[in-house]
């Protein structure tokens, strides 16, 4: 990287020279050098948080040039999945300093045409609901599981495409509940409304089971998290601001997200929007009621249901999203609701709090290094035996399940919620 002082004045009223404060907290330890998966992989130290929280201290003070292309690529490689933030002593702010520095710097040119039509996509929901459904109608033709083997990004994206199709199917039935424990809105999500509707019927499913009562909230858009990790905080806000407005007009109890990046994001509203005073407050309050459905179940209990309807017994192991462990700071919940489930054999995963390489868009924009970081976690789960992989994530659902299809294995991906719901039909009458 080009380092001079004439690179010009430190970059005054940017997102980054809002957030520096955070930079102040890093003492250089190096515990989170190990819990990088960049890092690991790469073993370069400009790819480690440390060495990208030293890049970043170039920006600001001006002695590196946001225009320098090794700052973008080494910044452009982190996943963002804050594993660093849970092994850090100091409490550094890794993932608002990341976002704050990629909205700094301009755009990146080497971003793929196919990572730039995702991001459009996702803050037209129009647009959205259409290409979905045409994926929906792909992978019914059957085509996405024949072309899974395909060699390259074609052969990937098909194999993601045919991952989506869950394993469990549950029969419809009539949940029984008394809805004591609270009005609930369901974060309908993109890709979670769009391919995993199934999911998204048994949150509401397994919610009103554990006595809460579901309510509509009609006009929420995507969440946010893509444009926010990729340096749009503009666009970011305002599909904040929509969504904002939609959640609080359910005047729902508490908001139940079943995506972890979602769940995240829902919950930094209060900071997203805390410099508009319009918004602040409102946003403030909706991330308080923010909840990963796993921590609302696991609330109540939660109920115990049958054992499952397809085997005596199912091997599971269990894959923690990033998001959900590290930025959330989610662990125990879904364990507990997997522990609700008779016939499960739950069996312990190594690495199992190492990323995917999913990461919203990173396997659009770094394909060969998502793939290399998919590979140690394929090579884990492989060795668990198990034929289920439950994650509470539709990126890692679909970057997991694609990785298991290529690599010939017979473990497929599935949400904790849809084994509850399973369980639950199992015990409800027909």
């Known amino acids: ?54 890049i970043m201290r170039g920006l600001v003070a001006g002695t590196l040039s946001p225009w320098d292309e090794d700052v973008h690529t080494h910044i452009d490689r982190c996943l963002g999945c804050r594993a660093c933030e849970t092994a850090c002593p100091s409490g550094v702010p890794y993932g608002e300093l990341l976002e704050a520095t990629r909205a700094t710097l301009p755009a990146n040119p080497r971003h793929s045409s196919a990572a730039r039509l995702v991001l459009w996509l996702f803050s037209r929901d129009a647009w959205l609901l259409a290409a979905l459904f045409a994926a929906r109608l792909l992978r019914a033709s059957g085509i996405p599981a024949l072309l899974s083997r395909l060699p390259g990004q074609v052969g990937f994206a098909m194999a993601m495409l045919a991952a989506t199709r869950s394993p469990v199917r549950s029969r419809a039935y009539r949940p029984e509940g008394t809805g004591a424990r609270g009005t609930v809105a369901v974060l309908r999500g993109c890709v979670m409304h769009g391919l995993y509707r199934g999911t998204n019927r048994a949150t509401e499913r397994t919610l ?57 994001m829902i ?28 921590e609302l179940l696991a609330e109540a209990g939660p109920a115990r249901g049958s054992s499952l ?97 290529r690599a010939g294995s017979r ?11 399973a369980s639950y039909a199992a015990s409800s009458p027909a």
Do not use: W
């Open 1 to 54: 990287m080009r380092s001079s002082s004439a690179v010009g004045s430190p970059l005054a009223g940017s997102p980054l020279a809002h957030a520096r404060h955070g930079l102040d907290a890093c003492v250089h330890c190096g515990f989170c050098l190990q819990a990088c998966p960049t890092y690991v992989a790469l073993g370069d130290e400009n790819d480690s948080p440390r060495g990208r929280l030293v």
């Open 411 to 421: 473990a497929r991906t599935v949400h904790p919620v849809d084994l509850l719901d």
């Open 208 to 264: 009103i089971a554990n006595d809460y009562a579901v309510v509509h909230a009609p006009g929420q858009q995507c969440c946010g998290a893509l444009h926010a990790h990729a340096g749009d905080l503009d666009t970011a806000r305002a599909l904040a601001r929509a969504n904002v407005a939609a959640l609080e007009a359910s005047e729902a109890d508490f908001v139940a997200i079943n995506a972890a990046g979602c769940g995240a």
């Open 309 to 405: 309807p397809f085997a005596q017994r199912v091997t599971v192991t269990y894959d923690p999203p990033c998001h959900l462990m590290h930025a959330q700071r989610v662990t125990s919940a879904p364990l507990a609701l997997l522990a609700a489930v008779p016939g499960i054999d739950l069996v312990p995963l190594a690495d199992a709090d190492q990323c995917c390489g999913s990461a919203g868009i990173y396997n659009l924009t770094e394909p060969e290094l998502a793939a290399a970081i998919l590979a140690p976690k394929v090579a884990c789960i492989v060795e668990t035996a198990a034929s289920l992989v439950a994650t509470g994530n539709p990126g890692c659902l679909m970057q997991i399940g694609a990785g298991l299809i």
């Open 267 to 294: 919950k930094a509203y209060g900071a997203l929007l805390g410099d508009e005073p319009a918004f602040a407050d409102r946003a403030a309050v909706i991330a308080e009621r923010a909840r990963d459905v796993t």
